[in-house]
């Protein structure tokens, strides 16, 4: 149980390409959704958390135009990267949870390369 | 302000056990999370413990939390080479539910 699919699992696309990027609890229900950005070698880093039916809260130094969130359903939050530059080049994760202190279940990431 | 520490490695033989320490600065945390990534991959949880338990125990993963040192602990009995990925140690607060992580621990298996 708790199943989180991320999708596509890689993305390369030039400079100044929008980007979506799915995640998706296949059997659950998840109130509330996490994206993460990872670099290398390094932990993860919390960008917004957003719940179904309201906007997202982002990270301080989280620019929320450049990194649009929609949580339409409790089942479904897209991550679309507009206008996607070199240094937006990462791994993104998501995860999803039930509730507060209830375990996040991550999907398998994304790996973003632009060129 | 909360902080999570791990150290960053940890080698171990093949067939032996291999514990994995963590530090944390927060006495109001909930809940403690240990979660595995394998190269490339997304984070898998393994096991979680509440705040209220000293120890907790599934198949070959021990966690053993002490509270009042702050101090929570893996433990991967008979380790294997598929054992090998990093282990992040996470919390949440009473006040929130969102995750504060550690660095990650990368535990690295010798034949």
């Known amino acids: 149980g708790a199943v989180v699919s991320q999708h596509p699992s890689r993305v390369i696309c030039k400079s100044g390409t929008s980007v979506k990027i799915e995640c998706r609890s296949l059997?659950?229900?998840?109130?509330?959704m996490f994206w993460y950005r990872q670099f290398p070698k390094k932990s993860l880093m919390l960008m917004a958390t957003?719940?179904?039916?309201?906007?997202?809260?982002?990270e301080q130094g989280v620019e929320k135009d450049k990194f649009l969130i929609n949580h339409a359903s409790l089942t479904l939050s897209t991550l679309t990267v507009t206008s996607a530059h070199p240094e937006d080049s990462s791994f993104y994760i998501c995860?999803?949870?039930?509730?507060?202190?209830?375990?996040?279940?991550f999907g398998d990431g994304t790996r973003l390369s632009i060129l | 302000g909360e902080d999570v520490e791990q150290s960053l490695f940890l080698s171990v033989r093949e067939g032996d056990s291999s514990v994995i320490n963590c530090t944390y600065t927060d006495s109001s945390s909930t809940y403690l999370y240990w979660y595995k990534q394998e190269p490339g991959a997304g984070l898998q949880l393994l096991t979680y413990?509440?705040?209220n338990m000293d120890m907790k125990q599934d198949q070959r993963l021990t966690v053993l939390l002490n509270k009042k040192d702050k101090h929570l602990s893996l433990r991967i009995a008979d380790t294997q080479t598929g054992d090998s990925a990093i282990y992040f140690c996470a919390e949440t607060l009473d006040s929130n539910y969102q995750l504060i992580w550690g660095a990650g621990t990368k535990l690295i298996i010798k034949p």
């Open positions: 957003s719940n179904e039916g309201s906007k997202a809260t982002y």
């Open positions: 995860s999803a949870s039930t509730g507060p202190n209830q375990p996040q279940h």
């Open positions: 059997d659950f229900q998840a109130t509330t």
């Open positions: 413990i509440f705040s």
